[in-house]
């Protein structure tokens, strides 16, 4: 058993790529890493970042990362390397891994595929920072009191919202999804804030 006491949560990603003082402990990181194809010879650890046929370059406008910093000799252009993603960069992480000697984990599953119109919910949702079920429910919620000639009931989460509006576009979709039928007059923006 293991003497260490310290949280798995722990602060290495967190200071990647600054220097560290001597409270640091022996740790391990996740990072990101993307099979990318060289644009022209680079150094491992060079900064790289995408062109806009995908090549990996140092000249791109934005670095998104670093040449695989563990090659022994640099890439040659038209050679395939992973290019390893900045720290503190990707907005999500899971692994995913397979091998011949045991059998696939039943928690793999593909990532669902949205309607066009689930898909449009669901990216204005994230846009204005609500989770979707939150977006819908408070839609069904504004449309339900419409219907029953009230003022509405509104989505209010301090700031968050301010500024923000539910856009015209947003209701076909919300009936695409729904297949409720949503009168002109039911329509709106649902959106407040406390200010």
Known sequence: MSADKRSVATDALE????????????DAIH???EPVIAAHNMEPGA????????????IADKHVGIVDPFLKDGVCAG???????????????????????FARSPDVTLAPQYSESEQWIRNFADRVSLQYDILMDGARDWVD???????????CFGGLLEGE???????????????EKVEETHRGSFFTCSC
């Open 79 to 101: 050679e395939r390397f992973w290019l390893v993603v900045y720290p503190r960069q990707i907005t999500s992480l899971r692994h995913v891994w397979e091998h011949p000697d």
């Open 165 to 179: 509006s539910v856009p015209d576009e947003f209701w076909p979709h919300y009936e695409a999804v729904t297949g």
């Open 47 to 58: 900064h790289v970042g995408l062109m806009a046929d995908g090549r990996a370059s140092e």
């Open 31 to 33: 990072l990101a890493v």
């Open 145 to 155: 009191s419409q219907k029953r000639g009230s003022w509405g009931e509104y989505l």
């Open 15 to 26: 200071t990647l790529g600054t220097i560290i003082d001597g409270s640091q402990a022996r």
